[in-house]
């Protein structure tokens, strides 16, 4: 009987350091999920980077522009003169009527007017050339911007052209329609964008 408490004393310290092992296997386990669940909280609130609202990319390129939008803004907006009662024009809107074009056109005038030989032709055209696009100023803009490129490819279209071409309506057509593609693949070029939708003469004369 008297050996039983040694026995006790023995056993005691195997038990103590059993339970030190589970404390020292717990503590890093209640670390680790403290730091996943600290993670996890951060990023849903947006705290780290590539969190759940990442912010949208802005978009500065050229913007199709509704016609109802160009109207309100030749007018004033909703409010401006002209509408509702008081207004400047009797408070009476003229009639939309139908079909037509869904955007507005945005109109521009090339400065001086383009002279160039015929292809195999004593004759030499002369034309003014506006253009139309039914994009915001954007793109107005980069045919300013890139003006002497562009009228470099006018007038090398223009040499193009046979006398058949420029004696006919449908011949001075299709040489609108060249000289949209020829504006369109510069700006595609130089902005990576064109945007012109239709090439308008204001004068004609060959000689």
Partial sequence: MADKPAEDDAAAPKKKGKGKLIIMIVAPLALLGG?????MYAANAGLLGGGGHTPEKEDHGPKLVPKEEQKRAAAGGEGGEGHGE?????????????GGDKYASNYYEMEKEFTSNLSDSMHFVQVGIAVSTPYD???IENVKTNDIAVRSAILMTLSDTTEDQVFSSEGKQKMAKRLTAAINAVLKQKEGFGGISNVYFTSFVVQ
Avoid: H, I, Y
């Fill in 86 to 98: 008081g207004g400047g024009g009797g408070g009476e809107r003229p009639p939309s009527g139908e």
């Fill in 137 to 139: 100023d954007t793109v």
């Fill in 35 to 39: 730091g996943v669940g600290a993670g």
